[in-house]
C-alpha cells in the first residue's frame, strides 16, 4: 500500500509540474518475502477508499544492491528498521521509519501491520501511511531544493 500510494502523490505531483517525472523513484522490498501478489484487502482498499487501481504487484526480498542504491529507505516499523540496520550498519544515515521521518518528533513510530485482518484494518493502515506519505513527501522537496 505504501509503494502503491507514494507512487501515486509522484505521479501527481509530476503533472501538476511540482517535480520533474523521474525525480523519485519508489520501490518497495520486504524482510520475509513470499512471493506473492498483492492482498486483495489492500487492493480493495486502494481501489475502492483511494481511487488508485493497483499494479500487478509481487512483494520481493530487500537486497544489499538496493539498500546501496537507495538514496532513503523506509520502513513500517522500528522492528524492520533495526533488522535492517543490523545486516547493513553502514547505511544507518537513510534508514528511518516512516513515521518517524515524517514527523521527526513522534514518539510512534510503527505504522500497524494489517496482515490477517479485516478489510477495515487495511484500511486504518492505508490512512496512516497515506498521512505520513503527504507529510514526508514534501520534506523530500525540501531536501532535492536544497
Known amino acids: 500500500m505504501a509503494e502503491t500510494l507514494m507512487k501515486d502523490l509522484v505521479k501527481k505531483a509530476a503533472s501538476s509540474g511540482l517535480i520533474s517525472e523521474n525525480a523519485i523513484m519508489v520501490e518497495s522490498a520486504g524482510l520475509f518475502v513470499v512471493e506473492e501478489t498483492a492482498?486483495?484487502?489492500?487492493?480493495s482498499v486502494m481501489e475502492e477508499e483511494f481511487g488508485i487501481k493497483t499494479e500487478k504487484h509481487a512483494a520481493r526480498q530487500i537486497t544489499r544492491e538496493l539498500i546501496?542504491?537507495?538514496?532513503?529507505?523506509?520502513t513500517m516499523t522500528d522492528r524492520h528498521k533495526r533488522a535492517i540496520l543490523d545486516a547493513f550498519p553502514v547505511y544507518k544515515d537513510k534508514i528511518y521509519t516512516l513515521l518517524e521521518y515524517a514527523y521527526p518528533e513522534t514518539t510512534v513510530v510503527d505504522i500497524q501491520d494489517p496482515y490477517g485482518?479485516?478489510?477495515?484494518?487495511?484500511?486504518?493502515s492505508a490512512v496512516s501511511i497515506n498521512n505520513a506519505i503527504k507529510?514526508?513527501?514534501y520534506k523530500l522537496i525540501e531536501e532535492m531544493e536544497k
Request: glycine share 4%; charged share 35%.
Open 135 to 137: 507529510a514526508m513527501f
Open 117 to 124: 485482518g479485516d478489510r477495515q484494518d487495511y484500511f486504518e
Open 39 to 43: 492482498n486483495n484487502k489492500a487492493v
Open 68 to 74: 546501496e542504491d537507495s538514496d532513503l529507505i523506509l
